[in-house]
């Protein structure tokens, strides 16, 4: 399966996102890669700043033919992670060409809400070419802020688009900035925190039993 983290906008907490969800599968027994389609490489500096064996491997792909190269470079993992990049829509359409899901992080504010239009028009213009993407596609509410309502507001504003919201999101923690300083996760940081159960959701609800 490929997975692909996507948005138009950046800072929305794609490669946190992405690095988290790939070693909640890890942690399954898979064999995962994640791809850094960014052409900022967050995810390879993520990777760089690790001490130590490194949680699975993290390539460079910064390129509008991911949907061509990814399948022989792929062959020899269950999963594929795509950290895809902001404002590069080549290389954002060519993810979501090579992608089984896309999933698009939005914080809970009105410019994300507003943005997210550019990544759905995206998923539609691709759809033409892989109508399985039509249902494959959800948008992700991303470092909302716990105990409000806001999270609650952001789904319902993006109720105009013909994309759903997963029922898992994750909030705004200090202990995903904390691990990805040192190159870690949270759940080597804190694997009975919320912020690791926040990632599990995610995954149960994304992967079910496939993962």
Known sequence: MIVS????????????LAVNVADALVRRGLRVLVVDADPQGSALDWAAAREGEPLFPVVGLPRPSIHKDLPAIAADYDVVV?????RVYDVARSAILASDRVLIPVQPSPYDVWAAKEVADL????A?????LIGAAAFIVNRRIANTAIGRD??????????PVLKASVCQ????AESA??????????PDGSAAREVLAVVAEVFGEVA
């Open 5 to 16: 983290f996507l948005n138009q906008k950046g800072g929305v907490g794609k490669t946190t």
């Open 82 to 86: 795509i950290d895809g990049p902001p």
């Open 123 to 126: 998923v539609a213009e691709a």
């Open 128 to 132: 033409v070419y892989k109508p399985d």
């Open 154 to 163: 952001v789904t319902e504003a993006l109720a105009e688009y013909p994309i």
């Open 173 to 176: 923690r200090v202990a995903f």
């Open 181 to 190: 300083t040192h190159g870690r996760t949270v759940f080597e940081q804190d």
